[in-house]
């Protein structure tokens, strides 16, 4: 159920006037999963995207947020292929933390603007008009079209499901 909320992702959208739906979820009743946060919000599974964060395995190369749908493991090697890398690892939960100073469950491109991560959407988003991504924080989602999420967070958006064999 939509249900409004001001944190400082609703602030930046209010203030660059783009449209967004706010959704919130009760986290602490077990809910985390991106799949289990599109039942709560009454979306399907397909338009919850959830934020990963991954590593490349070059030195000086800044951590990588990768934004898939809820229902999807990402595929490192296809990934690494996406993202010009030899080598890609997921963050583990604490280097996550750590690198984005938000809590796994609401980490979010939108609230790390500016701060230094590539960004990667996966193409199947182009899908949809509008895709609901965390708003930066734990229990709280936003709906937004899908164009000013990629201009918002300069995403690149990749092709990440493994090739149909012909």
């Known amino acids: 159920m939509a249900t409004p909320f001001k ?10 006037k783009i449209p967004y739906t706010p959704y919130t979820y009760d986290y602490d009743a077990g809910i985390h999963s991106a799949v289990e946060v599109a039942a709560a919000i009454g979306l399907p599974p397909e ?6 964060v991954a590593l490349a395995d070059e030195p000086r190369r800044k951590p990588m947020l990768v934004i ?3 229902p999807e493991t990402l595929d490192l090697r296809v990934f ?21 100073g938000l809590q796994t ?7 790390l603007i500016n701060k230094g991560f590539e960004v990667y959407l996966d193409d199947r988003a182009l ?4 895709i609901a991504v965390s708003a930066g924080q734990r229990g709280a989602n936003i709906l937004l079209p899908v164009q000013e999420l990629v201009k918002l ?14």
Not at 80 to 100: F, G, P, R, V, Y
């Open 47 to 52: 338009q919850v995207f959830k934020t990963l």
């Open 80 to 100: 690494a292929k996406a993202a010009n890398s030899k080598k890609i690892k997921m963050a583990t939960h604490d280097q996550a933390e750590a690198l984005t």
């Open 153 to 166: 967070v300069n995403a690149r958006t990749v092709h990440l499901q493994e090739q149909e064999a012909a």
């Open 105 to 111: 469950g609401g980490i979010s491109a939108l609230a």
């Open 127 to 130: 899908a949809f008009a509008q």
């Open 7 to 16: 944190n400082n992702v609703t602030r930046l959208l209010d203030s660059k």
């Open 68 to 70: 898939v749908p809820g």
